[in-house]
């Protein structure tokens, strides 16, 4: 018996009639063919294990491409989602569906999120959790149901790798900035006084090799993308994106 959670709840696949019998007394019986079954049925994978239907429809799934449009329909398990076809063979092997929501296997690998131009519902998801300040690992695990951390951790440095996920990301983070009162403008002129007034050494250093950075001095080339607002903070807390205000950029005379 395996089982994996949605929304903290446990969806569980067994793996005999017997098991399921003993698990669920008070169940109804098992459907012995998935593809005429109803949402909500348990029902004998080809497999052979036991497991339940959580949706089942009969008009194409949102991502259908085009030669899926001749399926009769499509139903989810905890484990995947499979059209209803005749042909179709609905295993329970957890291993070979990294995406539960996709009919292909291969759907959810590296090669195709590196493939992929636009941001799916789920990585706009990741991005604004990152922007909200909750961190990348966290915020993978909320935006893809994913309770494994090291899981969670390598999936997150990968889309962290991807331009369109870096682009929305960045874009939200200028915003909110921008809301505060901060840009580079405000970046430069906080650095420039800590490398010119500061008492403590390795700050005046440190700010000065950041400074180098950003006007291309220092003999390290720098994205611009590592050198803006992004590369300067790591994220906003819900609440100062709730509540952010521009703030008047003071001369810094009475600090």
């Known amino acids: 018996m ?8 446990k969806h569980y696949v067994y793996d005999s ?15 012995q063919n998935w ?17 339940q239907l959580l949706k089942v429809s009969d008009i194409h799934h949102p991502n259908d491409r085009k030669n899926y449009k001749y399926a009769k329909g499509w139903c989810r398990t905890i484990v995947g989602t499979f059209l209803i076809l005749d042909k179709t063979y609905m295993d329970t092997d ?3 569906h990294k995406n539960r929501y996709t009919f292909s296997k291969t759907i959810g690998n ?11 519902k789920k990585e706009k998801l990741f991005t604004t959790n ?14 893809y149901n994913e309770e494994n951390f090291n899981n969670a951790k390598k999936k997150s440095v990968v889309l962290l790798k991807q331009e369109r996920i870096m682009s929305e990301i960045e874009k939200g983070v200028l915003d909110v900035a921008k809301e505060m009162g901060i840009d580079h403008e405000y970046i430069l002129d906080r650095l420039k006084r800590l490398a010119d007034y500061s008492e403590d050494d390795n700050i005046i250093l440190q700010s000065t090799k950041e400074l180098g950075k950003i006007i291309g001095t220092s003999g390290t080339v720098v994205k611009q993308r590592d050198i803006g607002i992004l590369g300067m903070f790591e994220g906003f807390s819900p609440e100062q994106l709730k509540t952010a205000d521009r703030k008047e950029i003071t001369d810094g005379k009475d600090s």
Do not use: C
């Open 17 to 31: 009639v017997d098991e399921f019998n003993s698990e669920n007394p008070d169940k109804l019986g098992i459907e």
């Open 94 to 96: 957890f291993s070979q």
């Open 130 to 143: 990152v922007i909200s300040g909750m961190g990348a690992v966290k915020s993978y695990m909320d935006a």
């Open 110 to 120: 590296v090669k195709n999120i590196r493939k992929r131009t636009n941001s799916t």
């Open 35 to 51: 593809r005429t079954a109803k949402e909500g049925d348990w029902v004998m994978s080809d497999d052979g294990r036991v497991v």
């Open 2 to 9: 395996e089982h994996r959670k949605i929304r903290g709840h």
